[in-house]
C-alpha cells in the first residue's frame, strides 16, 4: 500500500507560481513510478508530469519548460515546480504513485489560476 498526501495548491494570478508537494507513506526507492495528473471540470484526467524511479521524466506539451517534477528521497516527497501559471492550467491536482502494477492516487489539490 502507498498512501500519498498532496498539498501546496491555491489560488494564483496567471504568470504566478506554485509548487505542489505529495509526500508518499514508503520509501518512494520501492514506487515504480511517481507522477502528477490534473482533471479540469467536464474534462478527463490528464498527465502532467511523471518521473520513475531511474528519474527520467515525461511532461505534457503544454507544460513543458514551465512546469519541473522531482524528488526528495529523503523525505519521501516529490514537488511540481509550476511557474508561468495561465488560467487554462486551474484544475485539480492529483499525486499518483505505481509500486507492483499497482496504481495509488491521493486526495487532489486545487489550482486556481486567475485571467
Known amino acids: 500500500q502507498v498512501q500519498l498526501v498532496e498539498s501546496g495548491g491555491g489560488l494564483v494570478q496567471a504568470g504566478g507560481s506554485l509548487r505542489l508537494s505529495c509526500a508518499a507513506s514508503r520509501s518512494i526507492f520501492s514506487i515504480n513510478s511517481m507522477g502528477w495528473y490534473r482533471q479540469a471540470p467536464g474534462r478527463q484526467r490528464e498527465l502532467v508530469a511523471a518521473?520513475?524511479?531511474?528519474?527520467?521524466?515525461d511532461y505534457a506539451d503544454s507544460v513543458k519548460g514551465r512546469f519541473t517534477i522531482s524528488t526528495d528521497n529523503a523525505k519521501n516527497t516529490i514537488y511540481l515546480q509550476m511557474n508561468t501559471l495561465k488560467p487554462e492550467d486551474t484544475a485539480v491536482y492529483y499525486c499518483n504513485a505505481v509500486r507492483l502494477e499497482r496504481i495509488y492516487w491521493g486526495q487532489g489539490t486545487q489550482v486556481t489560476v486567475s485571467s
Open positions: 518521473i520513475t524511479s531511474g528519474s527520467s521524466t
